[in-house]
């Protein structure tokens, strides 16, 4: 009998469990809400380390995702992920013991995601494979592998005179009103990269569905992920967009893709940081961002690039205040970046789209990745542009005589070429090789 008992009851093998346990936090880290000032919420405990995700119950017996962001005179300060509505003194806080992670796998694309990379598309849930730390390290530099091969964005004076290549990390600056948003759809829809991986930080909420469905269209959303964090949303939730916005670009890049993220904006994110900087307490510094934004900045771009496998190129609009270039979020990205992609309000005003300022931009990387009929050609035409420009004034009011400058005489008669080269209409796709060929051809032919 007894052998027959042995015989039903089957073998327990508890090192199958081993790792499940390793993970297991028997002891709940709890605290308790001790005042909320603003966005800031102090708490005395739990025991908890900077970064570190908690739960707040609010007296209604609801949970609100937070964050611990400081700590002062003993006390935590967390910043709350959802809305605050409900918390209160006491309201229990219980630490995680884990910071926050995202969702990733190739169930991603065509979904459209919150800033913390929860579907809000009513598609229903993710299909994940695995989980990315949403704060990582950027590539070792000496991993790195050199940018060498071009990558086509579809967009005709980009790739022809600011030619972009596989890893290169490029701004677009401009003040508001001047198609940023425009731009960043049509090379969504007609770049070659593999995946696009689309952040939008800080946008109004009537803007991300026109974005979708104007300037992205199904064509482009088939092959993206967005990523939404509108302006009403917390600012820790801002911030966190960004961060998801990369940590699905380096999945995509782990698994060999050559993927496209463009982040609209790098300024949003910024005006986040500075939010949660002077909530924490921390000193207003040049033009009142604090010391943080600009330690914050050059730590979200380096994460994109080139790695051993795969690489991320990088498009990041910069919404300049007044048109002003130099303010201080332009001047970090600007150098901290390969190349600075600048739209001018006075083309658009033209009715010049994409209302790119040829002069003003470059790209760092184009030495290296042009043939060199294509660098003589593009060089040619931007001396072109400029002699036009310096002497504009002259040709306008009828001053300039025909003939007596040759280099301003070419300008006069290529600048309507010229023009008319760089201007594209937003669902027209072209192909890098044509794009250099139509550019070839004018120069040598006019």
Do not use: W
Not at 23 to 32: E, F, H, K, M, T
Not at 58 to 85: A, C, H, I, N, Q
Not at 303 to 316: D, E, V, W
């Amino acid at each position: 009998m007894g052998e027959l008992r042995k015989q039903q009851i089957p073998s327990f093998n508890a090192d199958r469990y081993q790792k499940i346990l390793e993970r297991v936090d028997p002891i709940r880290r709890l605290g308790q809400v001790d005042k909320v000032v603003g966005l800031t919420i102090e708490a005395v405990g739990p025991p908890t380390f900077l970064g570190e995700a908690c739960i707040l119950r609010t007296l209604s017996g609801e949970e609100v995702l937070g964050e611990v962001v400081g700590f002062r005179e003993g006390k935590v300060l967390l910043l709350p992920l959802d809305e605050m509505e409900g918390i209160g003194p006491s309201s229990e806080v219980i630490a995680l013991g884990k910071k926050l992670e995202v969702p990733v796998g190739d169930g991603l694309l065509g979904r459209v995601l919150d800033g913390l990379g929860r579907p809000i598309d009513n598609k229903g849930a993710v299909k994940k494979e695995k989980y990315y730390p949403l704060l990582a390290s950027p590539p070792n530099p000496l991993t790195r592998s050199r940018i060498k091969t071009p990558l086509a964005l579809g967009v005709k004076a980009i790739d022809a005179l600011l030619t972009c290549g596989k890893g290169q990390r490029l701004g677009i600056f401009s003040g508001s009103g001047v198609g940023k948003s425009t731009l960043l759809g049509m090379i969504a829809r007609h770049s070659s990269a593999d995946v696009n991986v689309i952040g939008l930080i800080g946008e109004r909420g009537r803007e991300v569905k026109e974005f979708m469905e104007k300037d992205l269209g199904p064509e482009g959303l088939s092959r993206s992920v967005v990523v939404v964090a509108t302006s009403d949303q917390p600012a820790l939730v801002r911030i966190k967009g960004a961060y998801t916005a990369t940590a699905i670009a380096e999945y995509f890049r782990d698994t060999g893709a050559n993927v496209m993220l463009m982040m609209d904006s790098i300024t949003r994110f910024a005006l986040a940081q500075r939010e949660v900087g002077l909530a924490v307490g921390e000193p207003p510094a040049t033009r009142g961002y604090t010391p943080s934004v600009f330690a914050l900045i050059p730590k979200l771009l380096e994460r994109s690039g080139t790695a051993n496998k795969g690489s991320i190129t990088a498009l990041y609009t910069v919404l300049v205040e007044g048109d002003d270039m130099n303010e201080p979020v332009a001047d970090t990205v600007r150098g901290t970046l390969d190349g600075h992609i600048v739209l001018s309000r006075a083309l658009a005003h033209e009715n010049h789209y994409p209302a790119i300022d040829i002069l003003a931009s470059v790209s760092r990387l184009m030495i290296d990745l042009a043939a060199s009929e294509h660098l003589e050609s593009a060089a040619a035409l931007r001396e072109i542009l400029a002699v036009y420009k310096a002497n504009e004034d002259l040709i306008n009011i009828g001053a300039y005589v025909a003939g007596s400058n040759p280099r301003v005489d070419l300008a006069i008669k290529m600048y309507p070429l010229i023009m008319r080269f760089l201007r594209q209409d937003v669902h027209e796709s072209i192909s890098l090789e044509q794009t250099v060929a139509e550019l070839l051809k004018l120069m040598t032919e006019g």
